[in-house]
């Protein structure tokens, strides 16, 4: 015999889906049913393969590990890089700051060639420095250097 | 820092089983099991103290695992029909477990989740459901059509299921 028509109860019998009533029939007619015993034998093979808990590799963890320790260090470290760029953004606005101040202050003390010159060298250094702070420091520096010489400067 | 360790060790089962039978790649799901818990890690504070690690944590595996499946082929709805990516199973203990796993990757998505999640031992039926989206009173109706359906993947193959035990 390879049929039975009770055969598509094995399922719930399994899943412990059946009521009592249905639970203690189908016990019943396992014990003389062949067909069933074994679909039984089959359907339980694939609960347990089913339940069967799953191993993340080794590797998986050791990578885990090194990644949650970057994401565990002190703040300070790994603001390091962030905080050299807040650096040089003050650095670009106090630059951008003093050649607005310096052009207020040399408007009318130097010729007017002179003063174009010195706009363009400064405007220059400051569009370039986002990608070199050498740059940026020599152009904050000429900015101050013209600030200073302005100063010295007499008024009209 | 050390108890979100503990946390990783005890659920990097659950969401490397979910990512590898979701995309069927040991490789990849280890990819993307790192990305879950790096996400969980930033996310944590997000975290309802009502809700449950557990299935936040599989909720986050199921969607990466999504995301990844939709990269890899945007033009294919994600439902019910089994497709095409060529298999690369993990290594499985024995040859019955193996026969499982692989049927299991020809089984649709959603149906590959619910497997995955139902037999998962510390997840509660209203836990699948919320990860799922399947009615909670519904999901043993299809956790027991996604059996039917994977069973039937295994036809002519029982012999070699029953010697594997």
């Known amino acids: 015999m390879n049929f039975c028509n009770r055969t598509e109860e094995v399922l719930a019998f399994v899943l412990g889906t059946m009521d009592q009533a249905g639970r203690a029939s189908f016990e019943s007619h396992l014990a003389t049913c062949p067909v069933c015993s074994r679909e039984l034998a089959i359907e339980q093979r694939i609960d347990r393969a089913l339940a069967a808990p799953v191993e993340a590799p080794q590797e998986l963890g050791e990578r885990l590990g090194e990644a949650l320790a970057v994401l565990a260090k002190p703040a300070g470290s790994r603001l390091h890089t962030p905080r050299i760029l807040s650096w040089i953004a003050a650095a670009a606005v106090l630059t951008v700051l003093g050649w607005m101040i310096s052009v207020r202050l040399l408007e009318g003390v130097l010729p007017p060639g002179a003063m174009g010159q010195l706009a363009g060298v400064l405007t220059r250094l400051t569009s370039s420095a986002g990608a070199n702070l050498g740059t940026l420091i020599a152009a904050g520096s000429l900015t101050a250097a013209a600030v200073a010489i302005a100063s010295l400067l007499p008024g009209e | ?165």
């Open chain 2, 1 to 165: 820092m050390g108890a979100f360790t503990d946390l990783v060790r005890s659920h990097s089962g659950l969401v490397y089983g979910i990512a590898r039978r979701m995309v069927r790649d040991a490789h990849l799901a280890e990819d993307i099991s790192q990305e879950v818990f790096l996400k969980a890690w930033l996310g944590i504070g997000l975290l309802r103290e009502s809700a449950s690690f557990t299935s936040w944590l599989a909720s986050i595996a199921n969607r990466a695992s999504l995301d990844f499946l939709r990269r890899s082929r945007p033009e294919d709805p994600v439902g019910e029909e089994a497709d095409e990516i060529p298999a690369r199973p993990a290594e499985v203990p024995d040859q019955g477990s193996k026969l499982v796993e692989e049927a299991l990757s020809l089984l649709g998505e959603r149906d590959r989740l619910l497997l995955t999640l139902f037999y998962y031992k510390d997840l509660r039926a209203s836990e699948v459901a919320g990860v799922t989206g399947i009615p909670e009173g519904s999901v043993r109706v299809y956790v027991h059509r996604a059996r039917r359906r994977l069973r039937s993947l295994l036809e002519g193959r029982e012999d070699e299921l029953l010697q594997s035990n």
